[in-house]
């Protein structure tokens, strides 16, 4: 399975300039042809994150998604957001939850900028969904089974079946037998 790689920053002075307490990486996967992009911003303070975030993802939306990306390269760009602070849920939520150009996701425990391996190890994560074992089955089963509610299901739609049209009156009985049946 492909795994998030850095990538150089030499194309960031611009933004590096513009957002200079924040520290920024770049990282990207090839999946089916296309790559994947996910950049990473981290800012010292909670102040700093909830009023420049917008701002830095407007400035990168405008500065460096090109046109010659695919409609599938377009919308799976990614930024991830990190704060020396813990971050509050309040924040996490409207962050990841706005949908202006990007998909944001939150690194919700305080720390440092990040090294690169957990960077890449969280996008795996999140992203990629690396932490998923998927197994073909070993054997088949045989008959499957059908649980009781299953049964009630199959029983009540063969006599509807049965009876004919569906409508009002066919409702109200069955309600009817449905409430006067022991709990």
Known sequence: MSS?????????????????TASIKHF?????????????CHFETISELSNLWL?????????????????FEKMNIYVLFSCNEDIPKSIQFSIENNK?????????KS?????????????????????????EPLEEKGDIEISKIGTDLIREYN???????????????????QLSKEI
């Open 159 to 177: 006599r509807a079946s049965n009876i004919g049209e569906v409508n009002d009156a066919f409702f109200k009985e069955w309600l009817e037998a």
């Open 100 to 108: 202006f150009a990007v998909r944001k996701l939150i690194y919700d």
């Open 111 to 135: 720390c440092v900028s990040l090294p690169d391996k957990e960077i890449i190890n969280f996008l795996d994560r999140k992203i990629l969904s690396s932490h998923i074992n998927i197994e």
């Open 4 to 20: 998030f790689t850095r990538v150089g920053s030499e194309n960031f002075t611009s933004i590096e300039k513009e957002f200079s």
């Open 28 to 40: 990207a996967v090839n999946q089916n042809g296309a790559k994947l992009r996910a950049f990473y």
């Open 55 to 71: 701002q830095w993802i407007s400035f990168l939306a405008s500065e460096y998604f090109k046109d010659d990306l695919s409609i």
